[in-house]
C-alpha cells in the first residue's frame, strides 16, 4: 500500500503527518496587551496633553472697562 509523502499509516488509516506548532497568542494574552496599552494611555498618558493647554490665559471679553 503506497503513502503520499506527507502522510504516515496508522491502523490501516492513512493520517497526515503532524505540522511543527506555532506559538499563538492566547485571547488572554491579547486582552492583556489590549488592557495594558488602556492603563498607560489612561493614567500616564501618550504625550499629546502637553500641546492641547494653553500656555497664557486669554483676556475676558466682558471686563468692565474704567470709567
Known sequence: ????????VVRRHI???PRPSV???S???IAGICALV????HFIG???SDAAT?????PAATAPTAP
Open 27 to 29: 485571547g488572554w494574552t
Open 54 to 58: 494653553p500656555g497664557t490665559p486669554a
Open 46 to 48: 501618550f504625550g499629546a
Open 23 to 25: 506559538k499563538k497568542m
Open 15 to 17: 493520517r497526515r503527518n
Open 1 to 8: 500500500m503506497p503513502v503520499p509523502e506527507g502522510y504516515h
Open 38 to 41: 488602556w492603563l498607560w494611555g
